[in-house]
């Protein structure tokens, strides 16, 4: 029992200081490439921080843990939009001015209306991973369009500051991209058999394992990205983190677990997960499109209340776990 312990937090620690590596690495990169900052900040920052969640969901599929992949995937969803945003609301309220985010709210919706439709008869097939992944590819290449518009969005103006701030020479952006890239495979890998060890030992399914530590812990760089942005005032970058990442969840993440490994779906995960996470991207896009002269907008309260709706929903996992046994 201590071995997985021990791989489970080590791997959580290594696979955050790899995750922001690789963000970072990743963004001056492109930026050196010609990549314009709106552009990195709708693909590359949403992609990075998604790496741990899709890098873990893709050895869980492949070791014949499908509900590790799954929970993994939604829960980061449910934990992004109530954890991370309800937390980011708290400190700083989030205003929504860029165009690019109140376009991408509507998206982030259906794809995760597809998600579930696809998911109703219980199974994750090789179609139903190609059709989420051939989505993917629609949404970037509508996101490289987006990109080519004059830099003025809000965001851009954010995510340029951002890379000025933490500039880095060609060849180390590079060696950060790389390294962090290696560690991300290696601590996903200690992490996944820690989790399922700890998982066996206490008889606690693999779906709940990934509903809970490791989506908390794969959700972490998103954490630490939106809490830095908040406190700077960046509050587009916030926002854009749990969009992005959300939205490479639900396609790539999901797409790529089931392309690698068919996926049964537990009906818990249909009545409780993907009802949690429709209804709290829904209120997102509500809150954050603005509507009869509303500006879109998480304020306080409104982050106090997704808040609590995470809690509510930890009780329900952990309430259905000891009914369990």
């Not at 990075?48 to 969901?57: D, F, I």
């Not at 934990?79 to 985010?101: C, D, E, F, Q, Y």
């Not at 060609?170 to 996903?188: K, P």
Request: with cysteine; glycine share 10%.
């Amino acid at each position: 029992m201590l071995w997985p312990l021990v791989a489970v937090i080590g791997g959580l620690l290594l696979l955050l200081w790899s995750a922001d590596r690789f963000v970072e690495g990743a963004a001056m990169t492109a930026r050196y490439a010609g990549m314009s900052p709106l552009l990195i900040g709708m693909l590359i920052v949403g992609f990075g921080t998604s790496a741990p969640e899709m890098v873990v969901s893709a050895f869980s599929a492949a070791q014949g843990n499908p509900g590790l992949a799954l929970g993994n995937a939604f829960g980061s969803n449910i934990a992004n939009i109530a954890l991370i945003l309800g937390v980011t609301a708290i400190i700083s309220p989030i205003p929504v001015r860029s165009r690019v985010l109140r376009k991408e709210l509507p998206v982030c919706m259906g794809v995760t209306v597809l998600a579930v439709l696809l998911l109703l008869d219980g199974h994750l097939s090789r179609l139903d991973a190609g059709v989420l992944l051939a989505v993917f590819s629609v949404l970037m290449f509508w996101s490289l369009c987006q990109g080519r518009q004059p830099d003025s969005d809000p965001l851009a103006l954010e995510v340029d500051q951002e890379l000025r701030t933490h500039a880095l020479s060609r060849n180390g952006a590079l060696a950060w991209l790389l390294l962090g890239l290696l560690l991300l495979i290696v601590s996903s890998r200690v992490l996944v058999w820690g989790a399922v060890a700890i998982a066996q030992t206490f008889g606690v399914s693999d779906l709940v394992i990934g509903l809970t530590v490791v989506a908390i812990g794969t959700s972490l760089p998103e954490l630490a990205s939106s809490l830095a942005a908040a406190r700077k005032g960046e509050h587009e970058i916030a926002l854009g983190n749990v969009l992005g990442s959300n939205l490479f969840n639900t396609l790539a993440v999901v797409g790529i677990a089931g392309a690698i490994q068919p996926l049964t779906v537990a009906k818990e995960v249909l009545t409780r997960d993907c009802l949690v996470m429709s209804l709290l991207t829904l209120s997102l896009f509500i809150l954050g499109y603005g509507f009869r002269g509303r500006p879109g907008r998480i304020n306080r309260l409104e982050g106090l209340m997704l808040l609590l709706c995470y809690l509510i929903y930890s009780g329900w996992v952990a309430s259905s776990v000891l009914s369990g046994r």
